[in-house]
């Protein structure tokens, strides 16, 4: 089966100012994106991870121009939606759509579930009016919820409850992706398998593109079927699930995998754990950005800058940006802790 | 467990709150051993009562909560029964605790050195100048580099993972018996979790101390625990060593969070959640709380509460289950990992 693009993204960048002095002039920049590339397919799922700051609900944002992004494409089926009008990226955001941690933080407190879907339908003018209660109800058993909760309101909800509606608000437009950021991370074990469950099973039965963002590696593994690791607003590594799990190449990547404890008393760990914190964004440092964490970096990963590029020891498909992934693979550097 | 020595017992804790809407039993029936120099996990789901319990020990409960029975035993002395003074003076000196949030907890307007000093000049009764040399040994340990720099300046100038490690030095200012640890990574990314957990390991080797970790990470648990508590609505459903638990783990409950926890070393091919969710504090089911939610669950269940049974010969496993006492009459066949099991003790 070909595979379809559905969004291309070329090199997004996305700057923020940081104003100082008393003029008030942008001083620098924080480089919360810095030149990232990737394709999603339709119907598949893939993932952003990475740790807290490196960039991934930046992404996201951008794709939909929460924020107008500094640089780059974002090819949605076809059209670039950073050249078109704002007035005309309504258009758009009916086939995009997005799920934060918590969707009712965005959300008038005092609005029904019912208001709150029919005001999507209706900025979307999906369904004309007198179809949407229909409509609602039907949404509402989609995602496990009863018909008769359309008339309550957000603090009636447990959390699990909320991202359910959430999910519904979503779907309430027929969007093609779905951006989730963060959706299930606030949820607890037992409710967060429950919306993960839901979110595949709509997945199979809508033909779904969903654009995961996550710092859990556990719930990435389950749902992804690519991932895309960040490291300070670039991407490290990029490959299908099952490699990036079992054939880790950028020292980064293996360091997080490693990082992540186990819910096995007898699994046998040997633990990569890395010094210091992670940098900060507004000077990142030259060269490669994990050079100041990575156990392997010489003088060249500390003035040039590794590109994104497959090898021998990985899948065609499977792109990793270290300058010394054979070597380190073929154990001929060592590693220094 | 007999051959070990027992540093803190706690038996049916039972801790209130008043509130609008009636009291609220938020602790109901708790009850956990630490061994000395080991460390007990409590886990459980957001809500089940696992900090509370933690400040029901320590006496720190917000003004409209009350421990209404059971005893804390430390060392023999039920500190339930001490004074206010005596209770000070276990505080901070004997058991000392670390929160989730660091920040809530250090102050702004002061020094990290300024605040790890004043611990340790109340609790060692040290001059200034000892005090603050001590909290620069203190920071080295916990593996701040240039110590001599970081304890002149002020919370925000750290990083959280920094943060962290301040106040676990302070917490361990004064060389406690044991460490309370809530949530002390939860906020903190993985690679930096790594770090605390280590730090944390190799303290409790070095000082022999005992720890109380409480978190609702199953990983986390594996990783550092000797003996764990599982927590649900406000009781302590399953306490066993950590590794029956993972391997062999006998309430419904324990199996039905294996079961959804997606996982990042193993592929899985389904998620099986447990259906419904936590109950309300204020409904509380008159039978096994988890009833409602139980795949097994028989009328027994939904009429009346399981005691919290030793299942071992000694107490080093508990369960709070039906199913595992001569009364059942139901179904003994349970899913764990995707597999059928048949779990009746
Ligand atoms: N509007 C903004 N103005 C200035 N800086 C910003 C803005 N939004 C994000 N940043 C910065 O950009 C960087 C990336 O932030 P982003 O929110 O994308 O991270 P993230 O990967 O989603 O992290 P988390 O896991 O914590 O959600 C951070 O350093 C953040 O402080
Ligand atoms: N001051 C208070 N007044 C009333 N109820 C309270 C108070 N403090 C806690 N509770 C209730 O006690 C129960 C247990 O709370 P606790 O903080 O121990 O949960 P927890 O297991 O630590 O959860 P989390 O994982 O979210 O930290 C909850 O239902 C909570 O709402
Ligand atoms: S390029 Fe150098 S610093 Fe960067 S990950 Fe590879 S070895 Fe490490
Ligand atoms: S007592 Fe009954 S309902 Fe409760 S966990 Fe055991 S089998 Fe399930
Ligand atoms: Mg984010
Ligand atoms: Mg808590």
Redesign the interface.
């Known amino acids: 089966m070909a595979k379809k693009e559905l969004l291309k993204v070329e090199g997004l960048k996305q700057y923020f100012p940081i104003k100082g002095g008393f003029l008030g002039r942008t001083v620098n920049h924080v480089k919360a994106v810095d030149d990232i590339s990737f394709t999603i397919y339709e119907g598949e799922t893939v993932s952003i991870v990475g740790?807290?700051g490196c960039g991934k609900s930046t992404t996201g944002r951008a794709i939909l121009r929460l924020e107008e992004p500094t640089d780059g494409s974002v090819v949605f089926q076809g059209t670039d939606i950073t050249k078109i009008p704002k007035g005309e990226m309504r258009k758009f955001r009916k086939d995009l759509q997005i799920i934060f941690q918590d969707p009712y933080a965005s959300i008038n407190p005092r609005q029904t579930v019912a208001s709150v879907l029919s005001e999507a339908m209706h900025i979307q003018n999906v369904l004309p009016p007198d179809q949407r209660r229909a409509r609602i109800e039907q949404l509402l058993e989609t995602v496990g919820l009863r018909p008769y909760q359309a008339d309550r309101y957000p603090h009636e909800f447990?959390g699990?409850?909320r991202q359910r509606i959430g999910i519904a608000r979503a779907l309430s437009v027929d969007p093609k992706l779905i951006i989730c950021d963060e959706a299930v991370s606030a949820l607890?074990?037992?409710?967060?398998?429950?919306v993960?469950?839901l979110l595949e099973e709509l997945q199979d039965e809508y033909g779904l593109t969903y654009l995961f963002i996550s710092?859990?590696?556990?719930?990435?593994?389950?749902?992804s079927d690519r991932i895309i690791v960040m490291y300070l607003g670039k991407i490290v590594e990029i490959a299908d699930k099952?490699s990036l799990?079992e054939n880790p190449q950028h020292p980064y990547t293996k360091?997080?995998?490693?990082?992540?404890?186990?819910?096995?008393?007898?699994?046998v760990?040997s633990?990569i754990?890395?010094k210091g914190?992670?940098p900060s964004p507004i000077d990142p440092p030259q060269g490669c950005r994990f050079h100041t964490r990575c156990p392997f970096a010489t003088d060249k990963c500390r003035t040039e800058e590794p590109v994104l590029r497959t090898s021998d020891i990985m899948k065609d498909t499977h792109e990793a940006a270290c300058h010394y992934m054979e070597e380190i693979s073929a154990g001929k550097m060592t590693p220094n802790y | 467990m007999n051959e070990m020595e027992s540093i803190l017992v706690v038996n049916n804790l039972q801790t209130s709150f008043g509130t609008e809407a009636g009291e609220v039993r938020a602790v109901d029936g708790v009850s956990f051993t630490v061994p000395k120099g080991k460390t007990i996990g409590i886990v459980g789901e957001s809500g089940s009562g696992k900090s509370i319990t933690s400040l029901s020990i320590l006496r720190l409960l917000a003004s409209n909560g009350k421990t209404k029975g059971g005893e804390v035993l430390f060392k023999g002395k039920d500190l339930l029964k001490l004074s206010e003074k005596a209770m000070r003076e276990i505080r901070g000196n004997q058991i000392s605790m670390i929160f989730q949030e660091p920040m809530t907890s250090l102050n702004p307007v002061y020094t990290v050195g300024q605040q790890i000093s004043e611990t340790i000049k109340i609790h060692k009764k040290l001059g200034n100048k000892e005090a603050m040399s001590q909290s620069v040994e203190m920071l080295k340990l916990v593996g701040i580099p240039s110590p001599e720099k970081r304890v002149k300046q002020y919370p925000h100038e750290l990083s959280g993972g920094m943060r962290q490690r301040v106040m676990i030095a302070m917490a361990l200012a004064c060389d406690p018996e044991i460490l309370i640890a809530d949530e002390p990574t939860t906020a903190l990314d993985v690679t930096i979790q790594a770090q605390i957990l280590e730090l944390i390991k190799d303290l409790q080797n070095r000082l022999g101390m005992s720890v109380i970790m409480i978190t609702h990470d199953l990983g986390v648990v594996a990783e550092t625990c000797d003996y764990v508590a599982v927590m649900y609505a406000g009781q302590v459903v399953e306490y066993s060593d950590v590794r029956t638990l993972f391997k062999n783990p006998k309430h419904p409950y324990t199996l039905g969070l294996l079961n959804s926890l997606p996982r990042h070393d193993v592929d899985q091919e389904k998620l099986i959640p447990i259906k419904g969710m936590v109950p309300s504090p204020h409904e509380m089911p008159v039978g096994c709380r988890f009833a409602p939610r139980c795949p097994v669950a028989t009328e027994l269940c939904h009429k009346k509460q399981p005691d919290l049974l030793s299942t071992g010969g000694d107490n080093s496993e508990q369960i709070r289950c039906w199913m595992y006492s001569e009364e059942w009459d139901g179904e003994s066949e349970v899913t764990l990992y995707g597999e059928k099991r048949t779990v009746k003790g």
């Open positions: 740790e807290s447990s699990g409850q607890d074990v037992s409710i967060q398998a429950q993960l469950n710092h859990d590696l556990g719930v990435v593994r389950h749902i099952n799990f360091a997080l995998l490693s990082a992540i404890p186990v819910p096995d008393p007898d699994a760990k633990r754990v890395l914190d992670v």
